[in-house]
C-alpha cells in the first residue's frame, strides 16, 4: 500500500511524515524540492500475539509505504498549481493508491501563512481544485483523440473505444463543475476502463486537519465538523497535532504513552491513520502462523480463500486445494492448531471462501 503525502505550502505535511514515519526529513521552506520516502511497519497487537504463542524464527508485519510529495509550485494566481508539478512528481501521485491530504488549521506566527490567514476549508477546496483540473486536462485530451480516430480499428477495438468514450464523456462535465471522480460512483466496469489513466480525484483520500496543540481539547469537536463538511464517497477526515507527535514519537514506548495519558490522546497517530487508511482503502489483515515466521497480509475486504492465496504467493493459487482457516482469537484462546481442530473452530474452506479480517489460515496446495 502506498499513500501519498499532499498538501499546501506551511500545511506541515512533511511533519506529518515525520510522525508517521519516525523519520527527520527536513521541514519547513514553504514547499522544497525534495521526495521523502518511508516504509512503516504496521503495528499489530494480534501479530504480537501471535507471535508469543509460536515463536517463530521472524515475525513480518505489513507495511505501508508513505510518500511525501513536495508542495505544488505556486501559479499565476498565487496558490498551488498541480499542472506546474514536476512530471516525475506527478508520476508519483498518479501511483499512490490513496491520497492523505494535510490541511493547515494552526496558528503559529512564527510560521506565516503564505495567504496571511489560516483557513483550512479554503486551502483544501484549492488544491482539490488543481487535482480536478490535472484531471481534466487529460480527459479532455482523450476524448478528442476518441472521438477523431476511436471509429478506426477492429470491430472490437470500436466497441471498447466507444465504452471508453461513454464513461468519459460522463467523467468531463463532473469535473468541469468541479466534481471529484470518486464522487460519481462509478461501477466496477466503468472504473476498469479510466484505470490507466490513474486520476487523481479518483483517488480515495484522508483529509488531516493539522491543528495545534492548544487546539487539542476541542479535537474531538475539530474531527466531527471536518466528517460534516467532508460527508463525500471516498473520503474520510480525522484531525491531529503534527509537530507534537513528531516530539512524542521520539519519546520511549512508556514515557510516549504517560504523555499522551496526560494529553487526553487514546492512541498514536500512527495506528489512527493506518487504520483510516485501511478502511478508506477498504482492506483487511489475514495472517500465516507457523514455527518459521508469523506474518500479517493486506488484501482488500470481500477478496476470496484463493485471492489470499495469491497474495501469499503465485503457486499457492495455481495449485490450491483448500484453506485451513482459524479466527485469530480462537487461535489465541485454544493455544495451537490442533486444539483449534478438536474444538471444531479450525475450518476447511474452498478458493471462493470470503476472507475475514484476522483469519490465520493455512494453504494447501499441489505443487
Given at each position: 500500500m502506498q499513500i501519498a503525502i499532499v498538501g499546501l505550502a506551511s500545511a506541515g505535511k512533511t511533519t506529518v511524515f515525520n510522525t508517521l514515519t519516525r523519520g527527520h526529513a527536513q521541514t519547513g521552506g514553504y514547499g522544497g524540492v525534495t521526495v521523502n520516502v518511508g516504509v512503516v511497519k504496521v503495528p499489530d497487537d494480534r501479530l504480537t500475539r501471535l507471535t508469543a504463542l509460536f515463536h517463530p524464527r521472524r515475525e513480518v508485519p505489513a507495511d505501508v509505504t508513505y510518500v511525501d510529495l513536495p508542495a505544488p509550485p505556486s501559479s499565476t494566481e498565487g496558490h498551488g498549481g498541480a499542472s506546474d508539478i514536476p512530471p516525475d512528481q506527478l508520476a508519483r501521485l498518479r501511483d499512490a493508491?490513496?491520497?492523505?491530504?494535510?490541511?493547515?488549521?494552526?496558528?503559529?506566527?512564527?510560521?506565516?501563512h503564505p495567504d496571511g490567514s489560516v483557513d483550512p476549508w479554503r486551502d483544501l477546496e484549492r488544491l482539490e481544485l488543481e487535482f480536478t483540473l490535472a484531471d481534466l486536462g487529460v480527459a479532455e485530451k482523450r476524448v478528442?483523440?476518441?472521438?477523431?480516430?476511436?471509429?478506426?480499428?477492429?470491430?472490437a477495438e470500436r466497441e471498447a473505444n466507444d465504452r471508453e468514450l461513454a464513461v468519459l464523456e460522463r467523467i468531463v462535465p463532473?469535473?468541469?463543475?468541479?466534481?471529484?471522480?470518486?464522487g460519481l460512483d462509478l461501477d466496477d466496469e466503468a472504473s476498469r476502463l479510466i484505470?490507466?489513466?490513474?486520476?487523481?480525484?479518483?483517488?480515495p483520500v484522508l483529509v488531516l486537519l493539522n491543528i495545534g496543540e492548544g487546539d487539542l481539547p476541542r479535537a474531538a469537536d475539530l474531527a466531527a465538523e471536518a466528517r460534516g463538511r467532508l460527508d463525500r464517497p471516498g473520503t474520510?477526515?480525522?484531525?491531529?497535532?503534527?509537530?507534537?507527535?513528531?516530539?512524542?514519537?521520539?519519546?520511549?514506548e512508556a514515557e510516549a504513552a504517560?504523555?499522551?495519558?496526560?494529553?487526553?490522546?487514546?492512541?498514536?497517530?500512527?495506528?489512527?491513520?493506518?487504520?483510516?487508511?485501511?478502511?478508506?482503502?477498504?482492506?483487511?489483515?489475514?495472517?500465516?502462523?507457523?514455527?518459521?515466521?508469523?506474518?500479517?497480509?493486506?488484501?482488500?475486504?470481500?477478496?476470496?480463500?484463493?485471492e489470499a492465496a495469491g497474495?501469499?504467493?503465485?503457486d499457492l493459487a495455481r495449485g490450491f486445494i483448500r484453506a485451513e482457516v482459524v479466527a485469530w482469537q480462537d487461535l489465541l484462546e485454544l493455544g495451537s492448531t490442533a486444539e483449534a481442530?478438536?474444538?471444531?473452530?479450525?475450518?476447511?474452506?474452498?478458493?471462493?471462501?470470503?476472507?475475514?479480517?484476522?483469519?490465520?489460515?493455512?494453504?494447501?496446495?499441489?505443487?
Open positions: 493508491e490513496a491520497l492523505l491530504h494535510v490541511v493547515r488549521a494552526f496558528d503559529d506566527p512564527s510560521v506565516p478528442e483523440r476518441l472521438r477523431a480516430t476511436g471509429h478506426h480499428g477492429t470491430p463532473a469535473l468541469s463543475a468541479g466534481e471529484p471522480i470518486r484505470r490507466g489513466f490513474r486520476f487523481l480525484t479518483e483517488k474520510l477526515a480525522d484531525v491531529l497535532s503534527a509537530r507534537l507527535e513528531m516530539e512524542i514519537g521520539e519519546l520511549e504517560a504523555f499522551r495519558a496526560d494529553l487526553g490522546l487514546a492512541e498514536a497517530s500512527l495506528e489512527r491513520v493506518i487504520r483510516l487508511s485501511h478502511r478508506l482503502l477498504g482492506l483487511i489483515v489475514f495472517f500465516t502462523a507457523g514455527p518459521d515466521e508469523t506474518r500479517a497480509w493486506t488484501i482488500h475486504d470481500g477478496d476470496t480463500a484463493l497474495a501469499i504467493h503465485s481442530r478438536r474444538a471444531g473452530r479450525l475450518r476447511s474452506e474452498g478458493r471462493t471462501y470470503r476472507m475475514r479480517d484476522g483469519d490465520v489460515i493455512e494453504v494447501l496446495f499441489n505443487v
